[in-house]
T-cell receptor, first 113, second 113 residues
Framework: EAGVAQSPRYKIIEKRQSVAFWCNPI?????LYWYQQILGQGPKLLIQ????????DSQLPKDRFSAERLKGVDSTLKIQPAKLEDSAVYLC???????????FGQGTRLTVV | GENVEQHPSTLSVQEGDSAVIKCTYS??????FPWYKQELGKGPQLIID?????GEKKDQRIAVTLNKTAKHFSLHITETQPEDSAVYFC????????????FGSGTQLTVLP
């Protein structure tokens, strides 16, 4: 089966610019996650969707980050305006309903200069 | 919230030797403990997981042990091979209404030929 697709793979932007990442989960996976992975650290959950509803966004910096999953399939994560500390790999993952394995995409490496 | 600590941060072993990575967690409600392998430029991939009703699980050269009383779990890789070189992450979650993984900080495993 096709895996989790993410684009772009790499993005370099200047601070205060905006950027958007796209994720297409595995077909049929109702749960979608966005994680932030700073170099040398483990992934940190930003937001979790169940279909098109938000389950948890407690760690999402809502003053600059936003995410949506309008039709309960693919999702976009946006940062506006970006800060230097947002430089990280942004990972999307998906899973069947709870208690099953989460499959990760390859991630988008963001560099803010 | 949950806090997961992982040790060591780097580990070098000779090919054919065993490798052990240890993690501790803080939330006694956590009941699902997966291990992920992340190769350079790729997203994390699940290699083995264990649930709290089991003390040990093995899959070929990989095994995981769980001590719920002490709140720690370990990954054991036997007969290591160069292709085992990667970053390994432990994680913990409570598989209740939503699966929210808290990751450790990762272990860079290098298998020397």
């Amino acid at each position: 089966e096709a895996g989790v697709a993410q684009s772009p793979r790499y993005k370099i932007i200047e601070k205060r610019q905006s950027v958007a990442f796209w994720c297409n989960p595995i077909s049929g996976h109702a749960t979608l996650y966005w994680y932030q992975q700073i170099l040398g650290q483990g992934p940190k959950l930003l937001i979790q969707f169940q279909n098109n509803g938000v389950v948890d966004d407690s760690q999402l910096p809502k003053d600059r980050f936003s995410a949506e999953r309008l039709k309960g399939v693919d999702s976009t994560l946006k940062i506006q305006p970006a800060k230097l500390e947002d430089s990280a790999v942004y990972l999307c993952a998906s899973s069947l309903p709870v208690n099953t394995e989460a499959f990760f995409g390859q991630g988008t490496r963001l560099t803010v200069v | 919230g949950e806090n997961v600590e992982q040790h060591p941060s780097t580990l070098s072993v000779q090919e054919g030797d065993s490798a052990v990575i240890k993690c501790t967690y803080s939330d006694s409600a956590s009941n699902y403990f997966p291990w992920y392998k992340q190769e350079l430029g790729k997203g994390p991939q699940l290699i083995i997981d264990i649930r709290s009703n089991v003390g040990e699980k093995k899959d070929q050269r990989i095994a995981v042990t769980l001590n719920k009383t002490a709140k720690h779990f370990s990954l054991h890789i036997t007969e290591t091979q160069p292709e085992d070189s990667a970053v390994y992450f432990c994680a913990a979650s409570f598989s209740g209404s939503a699966r929210q993984l808290t990751f450790g900080s990762g272990t860079q495993l290098t298998v020397l030929p």
